[in-house]
């Protein structure tokens, strides 16, 4: 049985306010890349139009639900488009500055947005029209929705524009209303939505946030500000919100995998025939390994560490797929060698349909990656089953080659995407519409 007593409650908690701050952003972001590194081998298997329908199951299958949490985290508590922002903003789907959302509040139930800039657009453009509308059109409507519900059934998200962009220089890059009106129809929880709400990780009870602290705010109530400056933030809030970010990648990997179950068997790809399990095993196994490694990089990078053994262990720690550490259990050990790393096969994560249940002796490529990502000297040197764990030991090698399904990632824009600093909290005031 494995010893949850030497288990920290949460491995974020040993981060500074300033390192959780220069987090944020970056657990955001990879959130975002999720799809970067999955939708490449949808498409490979199965073909644009089915890559279109696992987006929109898997988000709508997550959104509903991490937003949720992130509401009752925060204590955003109210049901007007104020609420429904602040949430955005803290929403994998709309990393900041990378999906730059402009926010204009008119009432409490009535305002819009733009993206003054849309990273996810800048991926897609230049594979067509096609891709563009799948995304814009396809994904966007029945998943915005599904977000929106999490605040208020009766809201609605609409456009005013959006791409294909006409002309094809058009800024901002698209426009959205939001309105909530008391006499509208409510809208029903998505039928995806339901099994993930029967997860583990829909429940599971993370770092709570100490409300007598001074260091900064406690929660999200009051004026939905701009841009969100984390460091404005206690060091308790930081940690639950680096937890519940953690925690949204975990959802909409299960999301994902759902999705893939239901999808017949394909050999398009040239993997030959399989059952639905092992196909929806192998694609996500596919998706683990790129983000895997790409979040590795970039936590490397934001948090200025090297490539020690400790550097790599502060990685790993920090790391979305490994955390938050109440859900999956793992610990990060420095060795005399390298680094181990224990993944409890008891944890609320196994049993839920996502990605550590992917991991085993045999199949410890996204966790190479991972490692890889911080140097590519380090590698997994052995993997078994011990004391009810998966015990990985990493130790220094030769250099070796980046794993393809990381080198897909980097296409998107957001593997070498760079925050800028915009300085303090600036609260939106309602504008009445003229006219």
């Given at each position: 049985?494995?010893?949850?007593?030497?288990?920290?409650?949460?491995?974020?908690?040993?981060?500074?306010?300033?390192?959780?701050?220069?987090?944020?952003?970056?657990?955001?972001?990879?959130?975002?890349?999720?799809?970067?590194?999955?939708?490449?081998?949808?498409?490979?298997?199965?073909?644009?139009?089915?890559?279109?329908?696992?987006?929109?199951?898997?988000?709508?299958?997550?959104?509903?639900?991490?937003?949720?949490?992130m509401?009752?985290?925060?204590?955003?508590?109210?049901?007007?488009?104020?609420?429904?922002?602040?949430c955005?903003?803290?929403?994998?789907?709309?990393?900041?500055?990378?999906?730059?959302?402009?926010?204009?509040?008119?009432?409490?139930?009535?305002?819009?947005?733009?993206?003054?800039?849309?990273?996810?657009?800048?991926?897609?453009?230049?594979?067509g029209?096609?891709?563009?509308?799948?995304?814009?059109?396809?994904?966007?409507?029945p998943t915005?929705?599904?977000?929106?519900?999490?605040?208020?059934?009766?809201?609605?998200?609409?456009?005013?524009?959006?791409?294909?962009?006409?002309?094809?220089?058009r800024?901002?890059?698209?426009?959205?209303?939001?309105?909530?009106?008391?006499?509208?129809?409510?809208?029903?929880?998505?039928?995806?939505?339901?099994?993930?709400?029967?997860?583990?990780?829909?429940?599971?009870?993370?770092?709570?946030?100490?409300?007598?602290?001074?260091?900064?705010?406690?929660?999200?109530?009051?004026?939905?500000?701009?841009d969100?400056?984390?460091?404005?933030?206690?060091?308790?809030?930081?940690?639950?919100?680096?937890?519940?970010?953690?925690?949204?990648?975990?959802l909409?990997?299960?999301?994902?995998?759902?999705?893939?179950?239901?999808r017949?068997?394909?050999?398009?790809?040239?993997?030959?025939?399989?059952?639905?399990?092992?196909?929806?095993?192998?694609?996500?196994?596919?998706?683990?390994?790129?983000?895997?490694g790409?979040?590795?990089?970039?936590?490397?990078?934001?948090?200025?560490?090297?490539d020690?053994?400790?550097d790599?262990?502060?990685?790993?720690?920090?790391?979305?797929?490994?955390?938050?550490?109440?859900?999956?259990?793992?610990?990060?050990?420095?060795t005399d060698?390298?680094?181990?790393?224990?993944?409890p096969?008891?944890?609320?994560?196994?049993?839920?349909?996502?990605?550590?249940?992917?991991?085993?002796?045999?199949?410890?490529?996204?966790?190479?990656?991972?490692?890889?990502?911080?140097d590519?000297?380090?590698?997994?040197?052995?993997?078994?089953?011990?004391?009810?764990?998966?015990?990985?030991?990493?130790?220094?090698?030769?250099p070796?080659?980046?794993?393809?399904?990381?080198?897909?990632?980097?296409?998107?824009?957001?593997?070498?995407?760079?925050?800028?600093?915009?300085?303090?909290?600036?609260?939106?005031?309602?504008?009445?519409?003229?006219?």
């Open positions: 049985m494995t010893d949850t007593a030497r288990r920290p409650s949460s491995p974020y908690a040993d981060l500074s306010s300033s390192q959780l701050a220069t987090l944020l952003p970056e657990l955001l972001l990879s959130g975002q890349l999720i799809d970067r590194s999955g939708m490449a081998h949808l498409i490979s298997a199965f073909g644009r139009e089915v890559m279109t329908e696992v987006a929109i199951e898997e988000w709508m299958a997550a959104s509903p639900v991490y937003t949720g949490r509401r009752s985290a925060l204590g955003i508590d109210g049901d007007g488009v104020v609420d429904m922002f602040k955005l903003q803290l929403d994998i789907g709309a990393p900041p500055q990378f999906m730059d959302f402009r926010y204009v509040v008119h009432d409490e139930y009535h305002g819009g947005f733009i993206l003054s800039h849309c990273g996810a657009l800048m991926d897609v453009e230049p594979m029209d096609e891709y563009v509308t799948s995304m814009c059109h396809d994904i966007e409507d915005f929705d599904a977000t929106a519900i999490a605040t208020n059934r009766r809201a609605r998200i609409r456009p005013v524009h959006r791409p294909p962009r006409v002309p094809t220089d800024t901002p890059h698209c426009e959205w209303t939001v309105t909530i009106e008391p006499d509208r129809d409510e809208l029903p929880l998505p039928e995806f939505t339901k099994p993930v709400l029967e997860t583990a990780a829909a429940t599971v009870a993370l770092s709570p946030i100490d409300q007598t602290a001074t260091d900064g705010h406690v929660d999200y109530r009051g004026d939905l500000v701009e969100l400056v984390f460091s404005d933030f206690s060091h308790t809030a930081l940690v639950r919100m680096a937890e519940e970010v953690a925690l949204q990648h975990h909409l990997a299960i999301g994902f995998r759902l999705s893939v179950l239901r017949d068997v394909s050999d398009r790809d040239g993997h030959g025939a399989a059952s639905r399990d092992e196909q929806a095993r192998r694609i996500t196994g596919l998706q683990l390994i790129g983000i895997s790409m979040a590795s990089e970039r936590l490397r990078d934001a948090l200025r560490l090297g020690s053994a400790a790599l262990a502060t990685v790993l720690r920090a790391h979305p797929i490994l955390g938050p550490q109440q859900y999956t259990g793992v610990v990060v050990e420095e060698a390298g680094v181990r790393i224990r993944i096969q008891d944890s609320p994560a196994f049993g839920d349909g996502g990605w550590m249940d992917l991991l085993t002796p045999e199949f410890t490529d996204p966790l190479a990656a991972m490692v890889a990502g911080v590519s000297r380090w590698t997994v040197d052995s993997a078994s089953y011990a004391d009810g764990d998966l015990v990985v030991d990493v130790v220094r090698g030769e070796h080659r980046e794993a393809d399904e990381v080198a897909i990632v980097r296409f998107s824009s957001g593997s070498n995407f760079e925050f800028t600093n915009r300085g303090r909290a600036i609260p939106i005031i309602p504008i009445t519409p003229v006219g």
